[in-house]
């Protein structure tokens, strides 16, 4: 059953194609950047840098 949105139903449409839209890029965004993220961690522990977290208690001053 097709709702009726009467004489707004372009502002309608535009806004959530619009809300769509901007979700889609953030969820793209988000994506990209945990893959850039993962791939800097990955070139830091080849390089041999490793994460302050990572030490033992007895390591820390």
Do not use: C, E, K, N
Not at 10 to 32: D, E, N
């Amino acid at each position: 059953m097709m709702m009726s949105l009467g004489p707004y139903a372009p502002f309608i449409v535009t806004s959530y194609a619009a809300a769509a839209l901007v979700v889609v890029i953030l969820i793209g965004w988000i994506v990209l950047d945990y893959r850039s993220q993962t791939q800097r961690l990955r070139d830091f522990d080849r390089s041999g840098i490793t994460r302050r977290s990572g030490r033992s208690g007895s390591d820390q001053r």
